[in-house]
C-alpha cells in the first residue's frame, strides 16, 4: 500500500533532515513543537517508522536503549560512526565488518543474515573538549 504523503510527514520528513546527526522522536517532536507546527509526538512517530521503512531514514538504538533517526544520505547497506556527545555521525563503508559477518553467519550454519554496526565514540572536537576540561579542573583542584 502506498504511503500518503501528507504535510505533517513532510514536515516530520523536513526536520530530520535539519537535525544534526541522529535524533529521537521526542527531540524532534520538541522542535516541531517550537515551530507551533501541531503535529503530535503519535504522529511523528508514525512518520518516522515510514521513513524509515521506506529507506529515507536510517534508525538505530542508541547505546541506553532509545530508537534514533537521521535522514538517510546513502542508499544500501551501510555503517556509522556517531559521537556520543554531540551526535555528529559519518558514514562509512566497512567491507572488512561484512567479510566478518558472512564468514560467521556461515560458519554457524546461517543464511541471508543481517547485521547493524554503529559505532559510537567521541569526535575530535568533543574529545578536546573534554580533554581541556579535565586538564582545566586538574589544574584548579591543584591549586587548592
Do not use: K
Amino acid at each position: 500500500m502506498a504511503q500518503r504523503n501528507t504535510w505533517q510527514r513532510e514536515r516530520v520528513r523536513e526536520a530530520l533532515a535539519d537535525a544534526r546527526g541522529f535524533v529521537s522522536a521526542q527531540t524532534l517532536h520538541a522542535t516541531l513543537r517550537e515551530a507551533q507546527t501541531g503535529i503530535g509526538l503519535a504522529t511523528v512517530y508514525r512518520a518516522l517508522a515510514s521513513l524509515a521503512t521506506a529507506g529515507d531514514a536510517d534508525t538505530l538504538q542508541s547505546p541506553e536503549g532509545e530508537a534514533l533517526y537521521r535522514a538517510c544520505t546513502t542508499q544500501g547497506h551501510h555503517h556509522h560512526l556517531i559521537c556520543r556527545n554531540c551526535g555528529l555521525t559519518v558514514e562509512i563503508e566497512a567491507s572488512e565488518v561484512e567479510q566478518w559477518a558472512r564468514r560467521t553467519a556461515g560458519l554457524h550454519g546461517f543464511q541471508d543474515a543481517q547485521h547493524v554496526v554503529d559505532i559510537f565514540g567521541l569526535c575530535t572536537p568533543c574529545a578536546n573538549e573534554r580533554d581541556r576540561a579535565a586538564s582545566d579542573a586538574a589544574r584548579n583542584g591543584a591549586g587548592e
